[in-house]
């Protein structure tokens, strides 16, 4: 079965940090392009981190640039968000999405929340 698992989510305090992981399986792991994706109520869902299938390319949000990695573990077929210095516009529902290299097919988790606030 195809699918993507999304955990880590939770609330946190504005300053503080969280760690997001998204676990594959029914896939060749490898052969995927991973991102992250966030919607927050009433908003468009927005693209936040990329990385390669071979973790040689990475893009970010410029909103979340210099707080949030993202990395992946090929072996444990993950991928994380490392997110720090939180802030309450952060706050989201956190999508992880994969992309195989060649088809461009798309596989998407079902969500995590995240909710910065004090």
């Known amino acids: 079965q195809v699918q993507l698992v999304e955990s880590g989510g939770g609330l946190v305090q504005p300053g503080g940090s969280l760690r997001l992981s998204c676990a594959a399986s029914?896939?060749?792991?490898?052969?995927?392009?991973m991102n992250w994706y966030r919607q927050a109520p009433g908003k468009q869902r927005d693209l936040v981190a990329q990385?390669?299938?071979?973790?040689?390319?990475?893009n970010y949000a410029a909103s979340v640039k210099g707080r949030f990695t993202i990395s992946r573990d090929n072996a444990k077929s993950t991928v994380y968000l490392q997110m720090n210095n939180l802030k309450p516009e952060d706050t989201a529902v956190y999508y992880c999405?994969?992309?195989?290299?060649?088809?461009?097919?798309?596989?998407w988790g079902q969500g995590t929340q995240v909710t910065v606030s004090s």
């Open positions: 999405n994969a992309v195989h290299y060649l088809s461009n097919s798309a596989i």
């Open positions: 029914g896939i060749t792991f490898g052969y995927y392009h």
């Open positions: 990385i390669s299938k071979t973790s040689g390319y990475t």
